[in-house]
């Protein structure tokens, strides 16, 4: 396997998690061709690069009894909504705060998320959040999760080995 | 549903390592280390909390726009058709976080690829086989991304959930 096919095959094999064994980099070096220091280092080389944001266990809110989730939309003038963005990320309520399209019928531009463990304790964080932030003049929806069909991470990377195919 | 029972060292993992890893050979061992336990604890630990799904998986978030393309999608479907159309959305490579919402557009989900073209054909081939009224919204900017998840393990005097 080339370097560059070894590399796709560790981001292929990262997507499903670190192994659990007691060196976790020596098993993917296995998988690849890589050395087990390459390996690491690759990790480490992409998380400075950005392409991995973070390393660590990722949480199910659900299963830990963080039941209601809310996508709170705000409608806020295209001028305004880097600021207010800006706002309510360093505000530390949210869990992500992102700006999206407008589209025909859907007017809403900002988008964030808010776990809690009921839905009255989400509707609870989302009045405090508009009202310390100023954001009561702005039309805003709020879209409660009703049933999760399926949570789970990306499917950027194909494996060589097993082609276009994965995941399918 | 009430939190489910943990570990103290389970508790520990999950409050200590959704942002960083240890960064050696041995991670396990230097998270061991650094909780006072030792390393087949710390695995079987994870171990469980990732069989009881509580952990969906211990590794890398990779960025969306670097590691390849993606978009928000959402659908309006009728209500006795949602579960039905979701199950087979599923079936679809590189569709995840995908959720009911309370809304005309009652299902949202995530759509991942390698890069736009591949994600442009998937889209495609979704709308084809699902030809319900979609929004199409990918992120234009993150004022802020998610890194991890707080946890209040004791829900605080002032819960409002507490009486349910």
């Known amino acids: 396997m080339s370097v560059q096919n070894a590399e796709q095959q560790l981001k292929f094999l990262l997507q499903q998690g670190l192994p659990l064994d007691s060196r976790p980099y020596r098993v993917l070096a296995q998988q690849t061709g890589l050395s087990e220091e390459q390996v690491l280092q690759r990790i480490q080389q992409w998380q400075q690069e950005g392409l991995i944001r973070r390393m660590g266990a990722i949480v199910d809110h659900h299963q830990l009894g963080y039941n209601a989730n809310a996508m709170l939309v705000f409608d806020i003038p295209t001028e305004q909504v880097d600021l207010v963005g800006e706002t309510i990320a360093a505000s530390g309520r949210v869990s992500l705060c992102y700006r999206r399209p407008r589209r025909p019928g859907w007017h809403y531009n900002l988008f964030c998320m808010i776990h809690g463990r009921c839905r009255d304790q989400v509707l609870q964080q989302i009045a405090q959040l508009r009202q310390s932030l100023g954001l009561s003049v702005f039309p805003f929806q709020i879209l409660f999760s009703r049933q999760q069909f399926k949570q789970c991470g990306g499917d950027y990377f194909e494996s060589d080995a097993k082609g276009a195919a994965n995941g399918n | ?164």
């Open chain 2, 1 to 164: 549903m009430t939190a489910p029972a943990l570990t103290d060292l389970q508790r520990a993992i999950i409050d200590g390592y959704q942002q960083h890893l240890p960064s050696s050979l041995t991670p396990y061992q230097d998270m061991a280390s650094e909780l006072g336990s030792n390393e087949a604890d710390v695995i079987a630990a994870i171990d469980d909390l990732i069989q009881r799904g509580l952990i969906r998986r211990l590794g890398p978030v990779f960025d969306h726009h670097r590691a390849g393309a993606s978009t928000l999608v959402a659908m309006a479907i009728p209500a006795d058709k949602l579960e039905q159309e979701a199950l087979s959305l599923n079936t679809f490579a590189g569709i995840n976080h995908n959720y009911e919402r309370e809304h005309q557009y009652n299902l949202w989900f995530v759509l991942t690829a390698s890069h736009d073209q591949a994600l442009q054909q998937r889209l495609e081939a979704i709308c084809e086989r699902h030809p319900w009224p979609v929004l199409v919204l990918p992120m234009e900017q993150a004022y802020h991304i998610n890194l991890g998840f707080p946890l209040n393990w004791n829900g605080g005097a002032d819960d409002v959930c507490a009486k349910r």
